[in-house]
């Protein structure tokens, strides 16, 4: 069973940045791949970006190549989420969420999810 709490979430002006944490309890956090996922009002929740077991690969949707970069600690069992050049559409809910194995954009296919961190960026 493994643990997922978010943390850093809050409020931002556009272009403005933050940094999301994922914090997983276990001992064997480094066999899982992390996810983050989005969720705004009315809408589906979608892939942001992933990061395999080691740290040596990563994935990003579309929408924020260039501007997000995911990355995590295993020695600290947390996976972090840097947001810059944030635009009004990234208003969301986001999660981070933990699967045995490889990475996946599916949201189905990961285990474990936190409760979800409210990112609201104004313009």
């Known amino acids: 069973q493994v643990q997922l709490v978010e943390s850093g979430g809050g409020l931002v002006q556009t272009g403005g940045s933050l940094r999301l944490s994922c914090t997983a309890s276990?001992?064997?956090?480094?066999?899982?791949?992390m996810g983050w996922f989005r969720q705004a009002q009315g809408k589906e929740r979608d892939f942001v970006a992933g990061?395999?077991?080691?740290?040596?690969?990563?994935y990003y949707g579309d929408s924020v190549k260039g501007r997000f970069t995911i990355s995590r600690a295993n020695a600290k069992n947390t996976a972090y989420l840097q947001m810059n050049s944030l635009e009004p559409e990234d208003t969301a809910v986001y999660y981070c969420?933990?699967?045995?194995?490889?990475?996946?954009?599916?949201?189905?296919?990961?285990?474990?999810w936190g409760q979800g961190t409210q990112v609201t960026v104004s313009s």
């Open positions: 969420a933990a699967r045995s194995g490889r990475v996946r954009t599916n949201l189905y296919e990961y285990t474990y």
């Open positions: 276990g001992r064997t956090f480094s066999s899982y791949g």
């Open positions: 990061v395999s077991g080691s740290g040596s690969s990563t």
